[in-house]
């Protein structure tokens, strides 16, 4: 048992209680990312936890101001509906069929409107260069003087005894389809035998192909480039229609197309080229019909339709 002394000495203990402790004013910086900005710690002059205050800097404040402002989007244009829509301006009569696309060399957008495929008749003459050029590239050499007279004499005056002398230089359909898959043509496939106007294509496919012919970007090197671009620019005369029409009278650079097809009396009618507007804006333009009823209403249709192709863009 505790004694009596023990009771007394431990009542006559004075108690011993923990001093509060006081600490000095001071911020502690807390750096962190965090929305508001730099947050400090306040030490208080009491025993209790300590408050968070967030003091943003002017440029953290700027900062919020502007992150509290939505971006301004750019509504996106969808070119092949507003080719669609001014395709419906165009005649096109029963028995033909159509398909046109535009490509605004400036801003590097296209529209298409149609998918299938039509026979090329004389606009192959363009790729047939094109497989030439690639052939003389890989030999490390220039064109022959007879490769040469071949080649102005089939694109300026669309030769066709010319044309079929490179067709067999190239190596008919074999050599142009192996052409076109290094010139990214996907949708082209070669005549049979000798008949290369018989060649069937997509107007998407054209307008690759001249991609190649008109833009930097390209399997052809910048000399074949410009060879095949002065021969389109030199087009005689009276076969200077089809995409030229949607130049505005300022310069132009095609390759036209026209075979009346003997199993039904009807023609095919083709216009391939680069035209500038009257602003100074360049254009590739492809337009393919077939089933016309005569060769000037098959110009009438791919003309129309080369002028709706670039109203897409210049309104």
Partial sequence: MESSRARRSRRSRPSRRRPLMYTALAFVAIVGATAGGTVYVKAQ???GAPSVSS???PATAATSEEASVEPVTQPTV???KLLATAMESVTVPDDADVSVAVLDLGSGESATYGDAAFDTASIVK???LAALLLRAQDEDRHLTTAEKSYATAMIENSDNASASALWRIIGQAEGLDAANERLGLTGTEGGDGMLWGLTRTTAADQLTLLRQVFGDDSELSSVSREYV???MGRI??????GVSAAADGSAWALKNGWLPRSTTGLWDINSIGRVTASDGSEYLVVALSNGNATK???ISLVESAARAAVSVFTG
């Fill in 45 to 47: 002059a009491h025993s």
């Fill in 78 to 80: 969808d070119h092949d």
């Fill in 236 to 241: 005689a005369v009276g076969q200077d229609w």
């Fill in 229 to 231: 671009r002065g021969l």
């Fill in 55 to 57: 003091a943003p800097s």
């Fill in 296 to 298: 000037e209403k098959g």
């Fill in 126 to 128: 363009v790729d047939i």
